[in-house]
């Protein structure tokens, strides 16, 4: 962005006081005002606010829901039939290349008291491997098991790219070819006012957020690397979030469902713990598939009971899908087509003047599931939250490191006593990726080893 396209673009959307603040600056400071503005396309977001001034901050859903239809775990042998047919045509999929993978980990660890991108949080119990070196052993065991190579695409965000990336070489990337991993950055949207004013974050920049996660799929036709997928002959995308070390890289019995249920997009989900948790909730909804975020949630709707006095939609969202690059393409056709959210955030400021404070601005981003109504077809997929699902979000309590390092040692602790081991309480345990993928592949590898848990066990 220069000068002029700046000053015409701010005038037209009436933003006198940013063309004040500017002509104020220095020539070395109005340089690197522009510079932090390249890549943010401010007419945007003024379009966005446009279409928000009239609605209410919680943007809820009109018209009726009903449960979403859910593949179920497998009970009777008809069903494990299937299951098993299906990772047979899943583990095709692999074999023939055309997969890829996609890891979102834009965000930093401040939350959880971390300074640092949080895929670069120590995690594992025992090692302490990071988020990053966990989901990228599981990329080089699969492409292992498959005889294959997976692509890895990591989307980092402005904040973070040069530290995730510097992170790789450091680490040699953990030992996957560093050319089949590319790593690309989601967009920016401005905060704004209600009013519709832009916000100064400081002397040379304006406060700005990532643009969500279904930023991913905006950034990654932006990119080229789409395109570039497409012409490698990768037909599905597997998509997951950097902070779920428990997530089964390119589970084929979840591609396999995907491809025979005809789906271009696919959840995996599970069974919400309680009417209170935050979670995104799979419903039906206009006759197609959805998933609603909490927050947007009916409260009514949140807390219903079926008849039984079972939560009725109990199908949580795990952020965990695999997507049809045919759909990510069709959604970029005419400019990006998925629905932006509206949140307040309280936004330390400063005026021209440099003084310090407070506003309370409008945060705008994209949901990756927003996806789900544009697919001709949808699949949800149940799995065990025990097994597939715990998220480090939280510095304590629920959802944090404490309980995701207390998950991953009660899932391999469970592996080794359905092979007769007995694991003394309090032992901490951690099974590598590269040895293991699934329970399956551990009974297998297990037979005849003698453990002794005088210590905490790394098996690896």
């Known amino acids: 962005m220069d000068e002029e396209t700046l000053l015409k673009t701010l005038k037209s ?15 070395e400071k109005q340089k690197r005002f522009l510079d932090n503005l390249r890549g943010i396309n401010l007419d945007i977001v003024f379009k966005i606010h ?29 069903e494990k039939r299937r299951r098993a047919e299906t ?60 005889n294959t190579e997976i692509p890895l695409l990591i989307m980092t965000s402005n904040e973070n790219h040069d530290e995730t990336v510097e992170f790789f070489h450091k680490n040699r990337f953990f030992d996957l070819n560093k050319d089949n991993i590319n790593f690309f950055q989601q967009g920016r949207l401005p905060s704004i006012t209600p009013k519709g004013e832009l916000i100064l974050k400081d002397e040379i920049s304006i406060f700005e957020n990532p643009d969500g996660h279904g930023g991913s799929l905006k950034a990654l036709n932006d990119s080229g690397l789409l395109t570039r997928l497409i012409n490698n002959g990768i037909t599905e995308l597997f998509y997951c979030q950097v902070d779920n070390p428990l997530v089964t890289i390119v589970d084929p019995v979840f591609l396999g469902y995907h491809r025979m249920e005809g789906a271009e997009i696919s959840t995996k989900v599970i069974r919400r713990r309680n009417t209170d948790e935050k979670v995104g909730v799979c419903v039906e909804k206009d006759g197609k598939g959805a998933i609603i975020e909490y927050s947007d949630m009916k409260e009514e709707d949140m807390k219903a009971l079926d008849d039984y006095g079972n939560i009725l939609y109990w199908a949580g969202n795990t952020a965990i899908h695999i997507l ?26 400063i005026t021209p003047d440099k003084k310090k404070i407070k506003l309370t601005g409008w945060k705008f981003e994209t949901f ?34 404490e309980t995701a390092r207390a998950d991953m040692v009660n899932l391999y602790k469970d592996w080794l006593e359905s092979e007769g081991f007995k694991v003394p309480t309090g032992t901490q345990v951690e099974i590598s990726p590269l040895f293991a993928l699934d329970k399956q592949e551990f009974s297998v590898k297990i037979k005849g080893t003698n453990i002794k848990f005088d210590s905490d066990v790394y098996i690896g």
């Not at 927003?370 to 799995?383: G, H, K, L, R, S």
């Open 13 to 27: 959307h009436k933003q006198q006081h940013i063309i004040d603040h500017y002509k104020k600056l220095t020539t």
């Open 50 to 78: 446009e279409n928000f001034m009239h609605k209410k901050p919680s943007q809820t859903y009109s018209g009726s829901i009903k449960p979403a239809p859910v593949i179920t775990i497998p009970k009777t042998d008809a």
């Open 87 to 146: 990772q047979k045509l899943g583990e095709s999929l692999i074999r023939k290349g055309e997969t890829a993978v996609l890891i979102v980990a834009g965000g930093q660890g401040s939350r959880l008291g971390f300074e640092g991108p949080k895929g670069t949080l120590p995690l594992s119990p025992v090692k302490k491997k990071t988020l990053f070196q966990l989901l990228c052993e599981s990329v080089k065991a699969a492409s292992i098991r498959y």
């Open 324 to 349: 049809n690059l045919g759909l990510i393409k069709r959604i970029n056709y005419h400019g990006f087509a998925l629905p932006y959210h509206r949140a307040l955030k309280h936004i330390d400021s």
């Open 368 to 401: 990756v599931f927003d996806a789900i109504p544009f697919a001709q077809n949808a699949c949800f997929m149940e799995v065990v939250r025990k097994e597939e699902f715990s998220p480090v979000k939280n510095s304590e309590g629920i959802d944090s490191v």
